[in-house]
């Protein structure tokens, strides 16, 4: 139990473009959702959390028109990097809260890696 | 303020011997502690996490880990570390104080490197 599918896996696109990535609870509800942003051999970077039927927060210095987020059910949240640039390339995770479980566990996608020419 | 603190960045480790990941901790009051391991491109998946009880915590893929309270200390252990288990290694720590925060603070990461 406790899956969470990200997609796509992987996506090159061109400077000024936008790109969705839409992670995915597969056998429980999430409330809440969290988007992370992860550079080479670096930790991750918590980007903003996303509740369901509300708006996202975002963590300081994360530009919100930049990086849309919509959780508009239980089991989907979307991240758009709009406009996005060479410097928005990384590797971006998504996390799913599962409640139901004691102590409250987050449980992660298998990533989106994102590379803007 | 919530820390997490993994001070190796890099834990090498001949296989067949026993490895321990090192990670200490800061939080208000009694924590809930997570193991999470990451491959290579791809995302963190979780090993094993302390609630309460048992300082002994067993995990996913032969792993536990030890909650010391006095030590602020949750390292992560295998005692015959496989090459398969080279990996990036995240500890992470949460209050379970109500109306504390929910978000799980995580380290930096430690490399574990198992030499064939």
């Known amino acids: 139990g406790a899956v969470v599918s990200q997609h796509p896996s992987w996506v090159i696109c061109k400077s000024g473009t936008s790109v969705k990535i839409e992670c995915r609870s597969l056998?429980?509800?999430?409330?809440?959702m969290f988007w992370y942003r992860q550079f080479p051999k670096q930790s991750l970077m918590l980007m903003a959390t996303?509740?369901?039927?509300?708006?996202?927060?975002?963590e300081q210095g994360v530009e919100k028109d930049k990086f849309l987020i919509n959780h508009a059910s239980l089991t989907l949240s979307t991240l758009t990097v709009t406009s996005a640039h060479p410097e928005d390339s990384s590797f971006y995770i998504c996390?799913?809260?599962?409640?139901?479980?004691?102590?409250?566990?987050?449980?992660f996608g298998p990533g989106t890696r994102l590379t803007v020419l | 303020a919530q820390s997490v603190a993994q001070p190796e960045d890099q834990v090498n480790v001949a296989e067949g011997n026993p490895l321990t990941v090192k990670c200490t901790y800061s939080?208000?009051?009694?924590?809930?502690l997570f193991w999470y391991v990451q491959y290579p491109n791809r995302g963190l998946q979780f090993l094993l996490k302390?609630?309460?009880?048992?300082?002994l915590v067993k995990g996913s893929y032969g792993f536990e880990a030890e909650f010391n309270k006095s030590q602020t200390s949750f390292h992560l252990k295998k005692p015959s570390a496989l090459v398969s288990d080279s990996a990036l290694y995240f500890c992470?720590?949460?209050?379970?104080?109500?109306?504390?925060?929910?978000?799980?603070?995580f380290g930096r990461g430690t490399s574990l490197i198992v030499h064939p």
């Open positions: 992470a720590v949460r209050p379970r104080l109500k109306g504390g925060s929910y978000i799980p603070t």
């Open positions: 996303s509740n369901e039927g509300s708006k996202a927060t975002y």
């Open positions: 996390s799913a809260r599962d409640q139901d479980r004691v102590s409250d566990t987050q449980y």
């Open positions: 939080v208000s009051g009694n924590p809930y």
């Open positions: 056998d429980f509800q999430a409330t809440t």
């Open positions: 302390y609630i309460t009880g048992d300082n």
